[in-house]
C-alpha cells in the first residue's frame, strides 16, 4: 500500500518525516511521499530539507520514502516555474493543490497546475469534463482524499475519472497522526467514492507503474 500526500513539519504537519515514516509503517504502508506545502517563499528550504532526510534515510529500511512537495494557493503563472525548479533539484512527486472546495482556491487553479507538469491533481473539487481531459493528456492522477473537508467532492471526482478513463490514487493528505489510516480504511474512502474492489486493485497497478519511474 502507498500514501503519496502527506506532510511534516517542514510545513504545516506536526510530525518530523522520520516519525511519518514510522507510523505509516506502522499502519501497513510499504511507500510514502512526503509533499509538503510549498510556494516562492519556501520552496528551496523545503526541498533542501526533504531531499537531505530521504537521501540519508536507508536503502533498506522497511518503508520507502519519496522526495515530495505540494504547490499550494499559487498565482496560476507560478505553476510551471515552481515544477521545472523542484523536477531540477531531484523532487519524485509533485502534487497541486487543487480547486477544493474547503478552501478559497484560485479558479483556474485545476488547468494551470494540470499543464506544469505535477504528478497529482489534490481535492481537484467540481473539476470540469475538460481538466479531466487535459489529466488524462498529460497523465495525471486525480486525487480522491480521506482528508476531512477536502473529501466532500470525493464522489464527483471518482465518477468523473471513471466517466473518463483518468487515473486515480488514494491519498490521505495527513498533517497528524490521527490522518494517518490503515490501508483498509483508505480503500474504504475508494468505496465510499462509488469506487469497486477491483477498480481500487487497477488504480494501485496504476500507481505501481508510477512509482518504477522513481
Known amino acids: 500500500m502507498y500514501n503519496?500526500?502527506?506532510?511534516?513539519?517542514?510545513?504545516?504537519?506536526?510530525?518530523?518525516?522520520s516519525e511519518?515514516?514510522?507510523?505509516?509503517?506502522?499502519?501497513?504502508?510499504?511507500l510514502i511521499a512526503?509533499?509538503?506545502?510549498?510556494?516562492?517563499s519556501n520552496i528551496e528550504t523545503v526541498v533542501k530539507s526533504i531531499l537531505n532526510f530521504t537521501s540519508n534515510w536507508?536503502?533498506?529500511?522497511?518503508?520507502?520514502?519519496?522526495?515530495?512537495?505540494?504547490?499550494?494557493?499559487?498565482?496560476p503563472e507560478q505553476f510551471k516555474p515552481l515544477v521545472r525548479y523542484a523536477r531540477g533539484k531531484g523532487i519524485k512527486v509533485i502534487v497541486g493543490h487543487g480547486e477544493t472546495p474547503a478552501e478559497p482556491v484560485?479558479?483556474?487553479t485545476n488547468r494551470a497546475a494540470l499543464e506544469s507538469g505535477i504528478d497529482i491533481l489534490a481535492?481537484?473539487?467540481?473539476?470540469?469534463?475538460?481538466?479531466?481531459a487535459l489529466a488524462i493528456e498529460k497523465k495525471v492522477f486525480l486525487e480522491v482524499t480521506s482528508r476531512r473537508g477536502h473529501n466532500a467532492t470525493n464522489t464527483h471526482v471518482a465518477a468523473q475519472a471513471k466517466k473518463n478513463g483518468a487515473r486515480i490514487v488514494l491519498s490521505t493528505d495527513s498533517h497528524s497522526p490521527e490522518d494517518i489510516i490503515s490501508p483498509?480504511?483508505?480503500?474504504?474512502?475508494?468505496?465510499d467514492a462509488g469506487l469497486s474492489?477491483?477498480?481500487?486493485?487497477k488504480l494501485y497497478i496504476g500507481v505501481e507503474e508510477f512509482l518504477r519511474q522513481k
Do not use: F
Open 123 to 132: 481535492h481537484p473539487g467540481l473539476i470540469t469534463d475538460e481538466d479531466v
Open 58 to 75: 536507508p536503502k533498506n529500511a522497511p518503508i520507502k520514502v519519496l522526495p515530495g512537495i505540494e504547490l499550494t494557493h499559487l498565482m
Open 34 to 40: 512526503i509533499t509538503d506545502h510549498v510556494d516562492y
Open 20 to 30: 511519518i515514516a514510522a507510523r505509516y509503517y506502522a499502519a501497513g504502508y510499504k
Open 4 to 17: 503519496l500526500h502527506c506532510h511534516s513539519l517542514l510545513s504545516d504537519g506536526v510530525l518530523l518525516p
Open 197 to 201: 474492489e477491483s477498480e481500487i486493485d
Open 106 to 108: 484560485i479558479a483556474s
Open 184 to 191: 483498509a480504511q483508505l480503500r474504504k474512502t475508494g468505496i
